[in-house]
Structures are given as structure tokens and as C-alpha cells.
């Protein structure tokens, strides 16, 4: 995937991001180029090499993001009760930086919260979450933040009635 200055990106584990720059730098003696990429917070740099896992993608497509509409409005996946296999479960998901997987997180952990006590760690990782969909539906539908969490809320009173 070729990327270029001013593209919307997200990174797998910062998500939404803008490719501001490409650099040089040598790291362990060899000369390699990385995407400067500009989060809300930071500046990180993304080794652009084939043999390297990409860490950042284009945002989804409004039909990828009817996809995930539909995965958060349908019936929870339950958790498992052991919470070193929840943990685990869960760090996968969010680091895979895929979107399927983050909104099943929100679903899933929404749907949880609500019926068992979310230790500090799994509330931290649900709002982040939350948000790294929300910047990127907002950007994709061209929406306000509050817009889009509006309507991530009755997607999530969907999946409740289904599930329950």
C-alpha cells in the first residue's frame, strides 16, 4: 500500500492519524523510511518496508462501516468469566487494528459493563474504543463526534433488546 503526504490514516494502535511527512532515519546501522504520522496527541513513525507489518490503514469505506453498524447492533458475544482469558481476548482484538474486531470490543464489553463490574483496565480500553470508531465514523460520514456517538448508542440499545 503506497501512502502519500496529507492521507487520513489509522494506526493500529493510536488510531486516527495524518500522514505528515516521509523520512529517513537510521536505525541499527541501516538507512530505512518511515511515514511521519501525526495523531491527536503525537508524532510516531511507521517503517515503510514490505517485510515490516503495516501498522496504519486507510480509513474503512462507508460500506465497511455499514458492515461494523451491522456487528453492533446484533447480539453480544459473551466474554469469558476467567479474566486472564478476557484480557487476552480483548488485547487481541484491539491490537489487530482492525474494525470488525473494534466494534465487536464495544459491543461485547458494552453489553458486559452492563450486566458484571468492568475492572479499570477494560473501561480505559472501551472508551478507547469508542473513540478510535468514533473519529473515524465522523471522518467517513463527514458527522460531528456527538452525532456519531448518538448513533453508536442506538446501535448499542439494538444489540441490548437482541441480546437480552
Known sequence: ??????????????????IIGIEYKTVAGKKQQFYVVKTKDMLIWVPIHEDSPMKIRL?????????????????????????NVRK???LSKMSSGDINALCEIIRDLSFYRMQ???????????EKAKSELLDE????????????????????????????
Open 1 to 18: 500500500m503506497k501512502l502519500q503526504i496529507g492521507d487520513k490514516v489509522i494506526h493500529s494502535a493510536f488510531g486516527f492519524a495524518e
Open 137 to 164: 465514523w465522523g471522518f467517513v460520514f463527514n458527522i460531528t463526534n456527538a452525532k456519531a456517538r448518538n448513533e453508536l448508542n442506538n446501535l448499542l440499545e439494538e444489540s441490548l433488546a437482541v441480546s437480552s
Open 116 to 126: 458484571n463490574k468492568i475492572n479499570d483496565s477494560e473501561k480505559s480500553i472501551l
Open 88 to 90: 487476552s481476548t480483548i
Open 59 to 83: 480509513p474503512s469505506s462507508k460500506k465497511e462501516l455499514h458492515n461494523c453498524f451491522d456487528i453492533l447492533r446484533s447480539a453480544y458475544s459473551p466474554f469469558s468469566t476467567n479474566r
